[in-house]
């Protein structure tokens, strides 16, 4: 099983990035991105569950980031729009079967991504 993430990169404030997770070896019931800045616990972002209609955002990007699923190809991607810099972070994917409750936490997660930089300057 692995979950591959791509797509960082260093933009300006209020630019626009999309971050894609491809995974390959099984299916999750969850996916989700979490990202951790240096010396901060790993945060939650954004997740969907399976049938992809059904959506979870952190306060702090709402409005802000999409969280999309595509099934078929068995990958989740972050559209993230007007960046700030308190963005700025390692994001990660993960996978998972946990039971609702726990979407947003990431101890739910067994499986993960080796993470992207994103970087955004003011």
């Known amino acids: 099983v692995q979950l591959q993430a791509s797509g960082g990169g260093l933009v300006q404030a209020g630019e626009s990035l999309k971050l894609a997770c491809a995974a390959s070896g099984r299916t999750f019931r969850h996916m989700a991105w979490f990202r951790q800045a240096p010396g901060k616990d790993r945060e939650f972002v954004a997740a969907v569950r399976r049938t992809g209609s059904t959506l979870y955002y952190a306060e702090s990007v709402k409005g802000r980031f999409t969280i999309s699923r595509d099934n078929s190809k068995n990958m989740v991607h972050l559209q993230m729009n007007n960046l700030k810099p308190e963005d700025t972070s390692v994001y990660y994917c993960?996978?998972?079967?946990?039971?609702?409750?726990?979407?947003?936490?990431?101890?739910?997660?067994?499986?993960w991504g080796q993470g992207t930089q994103v970087t955004v300057s003011s």
């Open positions: 993960a996978g998972g079967d946990g039971i609702l409750s726990t979407i947003q936490t990431p101890s739910a997660y067994p499986y």
